[in-house]
């Protein structure tokens, strides 16, 4: 597959685009990383999702695809001939997608609501929420991996995307914070489920490493907080 | 496939547990039909889904499975000797997943802070992105019906039962608050479509009543309003 064909519209810090890459990676399909700019848009994003004008998009010749999840979904079914990311069985693939759904709805936001908290108080509320997700998680884990190293068997599969995207801002998050998420006390298969992810051939080369994604979370808190120009 | 087999915990009043049965339709799954009261849940619903303690969920002998969106999907690669719910071209099933999203995401929000809009100013707001939405959800059934009834072309598909199963409340919503939602004006495509779909032997069976849903929102409302018991 020629890279001019296949586009990542993206940014290296954002994990909904990381799914976008992982799963190219998995197929080992060559694409063009296109980022954009933090604080505007290209011509080009505006174009290909002008509903909700965010990244990940992925440009696969004259077709656009949105919504992180849908595309790494579209790209198992196009490049059938490689590894599968869902699982074979219909009952795996709605718990996998139930899980996926379960992050994006409630435990990402609570994980986001840690750096936005104000006070002490709300923070501890949503650090609680965080490790609350990850004892289901870890739960999750154990019967889906039935003691192979991921969710998805002894391969990478659509839970571990959906989960492993975010380790990099989990770390961050540890790190700022000065507390502990995903811990041998309540999530020891998590603890080796999240190193064996991040040496994976398809993932090592799009994680971020913790202290860059560090110093652009700063950046990025500082943005959100200024002053807002007049439109 | 008998009874016995297959159940749906949900209400007649759920546009999402309509998606599980108009699915089972489709694919003339019989199944019963467990009806949860409103304020209580049963031993059985908290004990199928733990995590959102939420209708739908579909019991299919000793799996259960939850979401709306989700348990559509499962319906669709476990009975696949009749009728195809998605639609087979990849990029056919991304746009539908898209639009899907956007529906439980952004639309679907939209139309129940009508209900719940504190003054004329924000039920205004609430009723103009219903409305811009179904603007583009126009524009999305002209690209994907191609001319053809639905959708998903003759057949109803995933985005119709995703869309179709909000037009009881959709119905509910113009008539409590005067308002016309889909309208000649702006989505003709859609006023022939929602009339397509009720009529449909999948669907017309389970869409409930205008005036039966009115009654009951207003006891919902009412409801809602009520002062809470101390915990």
Redesign the interface.
Known sequence: MSSSEVKVLGAWASPFVMRARISLNIKSVDYEFLQENLGSKSELLLKSNP??KKIPVLI?GD?A???S???V??ID??WTSSESILPSD??D??IA??WA??LDEKWFPSMSKIARARGEEEKKAAIKLVQEGLV?LEDAYTKCSKGKMFFGGEKIGFLDIALGCFLGWLRVTEKAHKVKLIDEAYSPGLVKWAENFCADAAVKDVMPETDKLYEFSKVLMAKMRAPQKPA
């Open positions: 509903v909700h696969h077709k695809i949105s919504e999840l849908v595309i979904q579209y079914e196009v219909p009952y693939r709605a997608r139930f759904a379960y289901l």
